[in-house]
């Protein structure tokens, strides 16, 4: 199978040469139907191979559990079957509306502790990370910390954003499906100036300690069908599926030449965006369907009359909404039914109070309404209203809702 950024690579060559006319619209479009041709009979092959060898295993299981059943029974013990328990959780999916569809995949559901299923995986993630210095095979989310320290030269007090290991995740596949554990040594800062407790209260149903592993299974993304535009149909995702900063980068704010935190074309959720979530949430096949977007980050994005903080227009996989997407009545996304998107558990789990149902566009605040700092806030869609707001970059309870483009 083709690595995924490989992929990645090709397609954006292809589109490099359709972009200098090299080569024309058609050629380019036979280019990528006949990767994406490979791609399906590479995976096709996986598929047999894998098929193979499973009725074997799946006919010992149901003989040697049948016998198990059969013999409780007669004793009068009555039982529910473990294998027919996850077979039935398993089948349960959600029903799409007209103007949804499934692609890609992405940790949501919350496996929850009474689940039988939890005990399992924990044999499978195999122990805790001790520390930054051990993590046992888990990987570090990175998430950002407000450091201060005296300089010792000018005995002033030096503050700085940094990456920080304190929450770890880990992926892996169990009975052919795939689950992340998410496990911290403190919670996570509600913005990058703000530590949290360790212990999170949220609701009667979602409490999340630190020092405990929790469970999140992987599951289709469903988006919503924006339009569609020379073949690709433009989608945003139905749900918030994480929590990230915009931009944790404060410093140097009025610098003339520092890039602002409101930038998007140099912003970490930008480049989180077509990195982290882009290399979790698709596969190679599904890379091969996705557009590469020129992304319109002009003034007239962010439906202001000024705005200097407007950056280039940008080449992205997957991007955000911008202002003028929110209110574009052909979308359907700012009325009273459409804006407020559910979180999911995962996403849920990533923020350091109950999660709001706000979500970041990518446009910049203009500096008339922009009070805590010039160039510091970018706009939030509003699920409360109609309207949109703006808060500052640096806040990390703020959902995450991709929008992509694909060929159906």
Known sequence: MKDKKKVSDILKEYKS??????????EYEEKKTALLKELEEESSKDEVKEDTSSPKATNSNIFVIGICIASLLIAGVAIYSTVSYFANKENKSETLAKDEIKFGSYPQERIRESDALTKALFKVVDGEPTDAEHPNGWE???FYDYVSHIDEETHKTVSEVKESDYFFYKDFKYNGNMYRAN???????SSAFQPTESIIAKDAGNIYYAYNIYYFKYKPIIWRKLGV??????????????????EPRTLDLNHPEAKKPNNYAVSKIRNWLNNDFFNTAFSDANVAKMELMEVDNSLDSTMDTENKFVCENTNDYVTLLSK???????????????RS????????????S??????????PASEAVTGNGEGLQATIANYATDATSTLPTYNTYIGVVPVISVKL
Not at 325 to 338: A, C, G, H, L, V
Not at 354 to 363: A, H
């Open 229 to 246: 535009n020379n073949g690709y149909t433009y989608l945003m995702s139905s749900k918030i599926l994480d929590y990230e900063d915009y």
């Open 17 to 26: 040469l359709y972009d200098s006319g090299v080569i024309d619209e058609k």
């Open 183 to 189: 496990y911290c040594l403190r919670y996570r800062n």
């Open 140 to 142: 570090s989310y990175k």
């Open 324 to 338: 003028k997407d929110f209110f574009n009545p052909d979308y359907n996304i700012s009325s009273e039914d459409r």
């Open 354 to 363: 109950k999660g709001r149902e706000c979500y970041w566009l990518r446009s």
């Open 341 to 352: 998107l559910k979180t999911t558990d995962y996403a849920y789990s990533l923020t350091y």
